[in-house]
């Protein structure tokens, strides 16, 4: 979709390539970690989306010529734009498999690479990744909703641009079942699902040529909006008619959409008349502003609704509307690396890590991961990152380490899995989390800990900082 | 950037499409209308952007074969499939300029095409234009509130993927002065900027290294952050420092950025030791989580700042994440087309139309914009589009109608305007719109009302529909 070339950058990461290039540091080794502070729309964890777009777009990363001259222009020297025309990305990536659930303060995924690379691939990783985490989790949540009824993304019109191509890739990865972004349905192999607007029904003199002309195109796929005029007065007893002419035919009138009014009354209405008619097969299918806490509000008033067509709140993250995702560096020049705040929760945690899920016996959740140093693997206590004092005895528990490499001196390491792989995979670590991380009030704080070793190391490191 | 294809659009619009062309209706022309119901930000105006690169992606839209055969496989017929092969936009546009202040209700934009074509670009006009007016209106809130400060646009890491290219443009034609994102630099020729982040300063032994280094490496545009470690402990006095070098080499230290902390605290102390140092042409930037508010109230507290970066809020349009453009069918088949509504704001206004900005005989802005029937020029009242009995003598003002044509068959019929030209248009417009209708708080409600001719049409449409 995109032509992801070098320029699509933050300047400053050039800035800074200048000088590692000019101060020959170009093949220092560098250890960046991808993480984020907080998470998004007070909810108790997220899912990590965008990796497999991410590889892509950083194994095929070149300046084009366009790039190059729009660099000289802006005065960068030949030698640095000689050197950015050879520029490909040779570096190592670790992540967490895409829709695994993550948590603050985690590495999500670390990047090993020279210093200069791993500054120019920065502002990619977080553009592409920052979006796919948010609407995923976003998607999740209205999953986690939505009982039986289908979740189809219609947002296409309301989100960023072409970033509402991602949002209905990450859509899939949180729980939804098709989109009406015909492009993202192509390029992705994502169901895609739509029917008509209010303008198919006004270009017509009377609503039900409307519906007779679109049931006679689309006896396979019919679904009828009923609220051009007046949903309950005009548009149910035409598509009632149609659907009994379907019927007649032997076909069958698909679904009936609501877009407008009271839609827990108007669904209940339309069913009742539905049934009563005889057409108990014709589903029922809303829209309009609808978002987690609506789909709910819905389903605890046991509107009989089929299929939830989701737009804005979806596609936008609305109302956090981003991901704080930020990355960070760890290591550089064999040295462990800190950044330090007047705020703890600041404070980055050095060296290269790894990741745990800690799991009881039978190998349930045990509701806590660990961030340890590269190469550890036996614990006996995980500290809290930010609260001096506070810990919990963790040398019981099974643990599942969750960054694998994913890229090698800058090429795919892994299978490229299909949307349908990330999205099981999604929903089975969704299972395994416990209800009370998943409510939408005050939900369970999730631990995150970090190991002796990188507490040690972060306290010393930060003494010699402050000296 | 984007290689936009007839699949970028909704299914609906396809599944529409065939109904029109199976019943032999893809020649009937059609007129929809573009705008919005609600203005972004609790403001009291918005302004029109991305119309530039609407026109260009309608001009260019085609159906690859990629799109070709993936609507095969999703069970279009070939008939159908051979007229999208040969697919192009060639209707009329009619348009706002690009940067004009709009309001709520008015048309910003008008297509005059025949249905399948108005149809299939639905989803792509709405998708280029609320992206971008929702982010030029945020970027004009800012640029009311940063007095003499500059604006840069840091957001593409936050951004909606691709989204963020286009954000920054729009910024541009909000009053932004520069963008951090080299991409969007390079094809929209808008200046770049950026310097250095935390992870330069981290990966050297010491602070004061970093900087000497950088100096060094960018003596014309050196901008120190100083908050990698301590703000006022070390990273200013080596930034002193290294500004004291550069002044003695007949050099000078652009800039120091601060990220963290308190910025107008932060700001103060650092003008002082600055100034006490003889350092009085080094600029202070600022950075983290700036939007309107904070940057109004850092000027509030005359916080001595010379440069806003600005992330997150701007290229997401938080809170709001979403302008609600909409695009409603107006004309068809010969007739004037209305939507209904048990919400007044929600029926649509019929017939193909013109927009006039209402001024006093000096050419000062009345505050009121009239929408007519297209062709109407003398009006002697106009009417509150939803209040009944409300209405206002309008026949001594001036009017300058406000939609022109912009594309003719098919094609762009008036000049491409440089970004320059464009925000210059737009900070003009700003210009003549009085005080209280850019205030945060409460801002003054700018009227749009209707023609009688509009109004009694209107009427008469529901009328029929109703009964």
């Known amino acids: 979709m995109i032509d992801y070339t070098g320029t699509y950058t933050d300047q400053y990461e050039l800035s800074m390539a200048l000088v590692y290039f000019k101060k020959n540091r170009y093949n220092e080794k560098a250890v960046f970690d991808y993480f984020f502070r907080k998470l998004p729309f007070g909810g108790g964890y997220a899912i990590f989306a965008g990796l497999d777009d991410l590889l892509g777009a950083i ?116 729980g939804f079942d098709a989109t009406s972004n015909v492009r993202a349905g192509r390029d992705y192999n994502i169901p895609v699902s739509g029917t008509m607007a209010h303008s198919f029904v006004q270009s017509y003199d009377d609503e039900l040529t409307a519906f007779r002309d679109f049931a006679q195109v689309h006896p ?54 539905l049934d009563a008619e005889g057409l108990h097969e014709v589903t029922i299918a809303v829209s309009n502003q609808l978002d987690e806490y609506v789909i709910k509000s819905l389903n605890e008033q046991n509107a009989p609704i089929d299929l939830f067509g989701v737009g804005t709140s979806l596609v936008t993250g609305k109302p956090d509307a981003a991901l704080d995702g930020v990355y960070k560096l760890a290591h550089s020049g064999g040295k462990p690396r800190i950044k330090l705040s007047e705020s703890l929760t600041k404070i980055t945690l050095p060296h290269k890590k790894q990741v745990f899920r800690l799991m009881n016996e039978e190998g349930t959740w045990a509701g806590a991961d660990i961030i340890s140093l590269a190469g ?46 990330i999205a099981a995979y999604s929903s089975e670590r969704i299972e395994k989390l416990s209800g009370e991380f998943k409510r939408f009030s005050n939900p369970h704080v999730y631990k995150i800990g970090i190991s002796d070793k990188l507490k040690s190391e972060r306290a010393r490191l930060a003494g010699t900082r402050r000296s």
Do not use: W
């Open 220 to 273: 396979e796929n019919c679904v009828l909006l009923v609220d051009t005029y007046d949903t309950l007065k005009n548009g149910l007893p035409n598509a009632i008619k149609v659907g009994k002419e379907m019927q007649e035919r032997g076909e069958r009138l698909r679904a009936i959409r609501l877009d407008s009014g009271d839609l827990a009354y108007l669904a209940k209405e339309v069913r009742k008349r």
């Open 59 to 174: 194994e095929n990363l070149r300046f084009d010529n366009m790039d190059i001259s729009f660099l000289k222009k802006t005065g960068f020297p030949d030698d640095f734009l000689n050197y950015l025309k050879h520029f490909r990305f040779t570096g190592n990536l670790y992540s967490c498999r895409e829709g695994e659930l993550v948590f603050p303060a985690m590495p999500i995924l670390t990047v090993e690479a020279n210093l200069i690379e791993a500054q120019i691939i920065e502002t990619l990783l977080l553009n592409i990744l920052n979006l796919q985490t948010l609407v995923a989790t976003k998607a999740s949540r209205m999953k986690l909703v939505a009982k039986g009824g289908k979740l189809v993304d219609f947002g296409l019109r309301r989100a960023h641009g072409p970033g509402g191509y991602y949002a209905s890739r990450a859509a899939m990865i949180g």
């Open 376 to 421: 550890e693997d036996e614990f006996e206590t995980m500290h809290h990152p930010f609260e001096p004092g506070k810990n919990m005895f963790v040398g019981d528990l099974q643990k599942e380490p969750l960054l694998e490499p994913v890229m090698e001196n800058g090429k795919r390491c892994t299978g490229k899995k299909s949307m349908n792989e």
